[in-house]
């Protein structure tokens, strides 16, 4: 399962990121923003026969890591499909977060291979945080990513910031294996990095501001 986070294994990694929560005392749930994923194309195309050949319409190009990079927004809580559920008590984030980061938006490879609508949400068996595929029936390839050291979180009042290598899972590799993409087991591949930047409103009761715009600038291609 996704979520429902092993204290002990979140602490090791909020540990070696060397994160310390800020104690504003308040429960925050994350209702928008962005993710920017910059992949390391060159590295990618080496190892496997991927090579990306689109993106969806309602990505966010380029994102906030640069001309290369790929941003996904962060759906509202309030949405009709695929909701962001993803709350925390700024006092204590360690021990009450809980829920998922959902995205919208897609990337192709090969002109054939679809992944998107992200989802991001701790993955017991990684003991992290891992970017999921739900692009096919809501359910898709599962985890595909860990986001890995070095990690920093800042999981404040008003936004919440997440930033790391993203690392092939075990499953993502598997996949490759068994698509013919790859004679190389990928496990653990540092293939680029990951930014979250969302921004929150207080718990529950903040629901009616779901619809705020996306946190940044939405720069769509031309």
Known sequence: ???????G???AVIAASGFATTATADMVEVVGGQTSVLLDLELIGSVTDLVLTGVS???????????????????????ASNPTTFMYDTDDFITTFSGTIAHRGTITFNDSITLGNFDIAFDEGLGAFAVFDTFFDGTGLGALFQ?????????????FDVMGDLLITQNFATILLDLGLTDTDLTGADVGDAFVQGFNIPGPGGLALAGL?????RRRRG
Do not use: H, W, Y
């Open 147 to 159: 986001i890995g050291l070095p990690l920093t979180i800042a999981p404040l009042e008003q936004t």
């Open 213 to 217: 715009a996306l946190f940044g600038t």
């Open 9 to 11: 294994s979140l602490c």
């Open 57 to 79: 319409d309602d990505t966010i190009v380029p994102g906030n890591l640069g001309p290369d990079s790929i941003a996904f927004a962060i759906t509202s809580p309030d949405a």
């Open 1 to 7: 399962m996704k979520m429902r986070m092993q204290i």
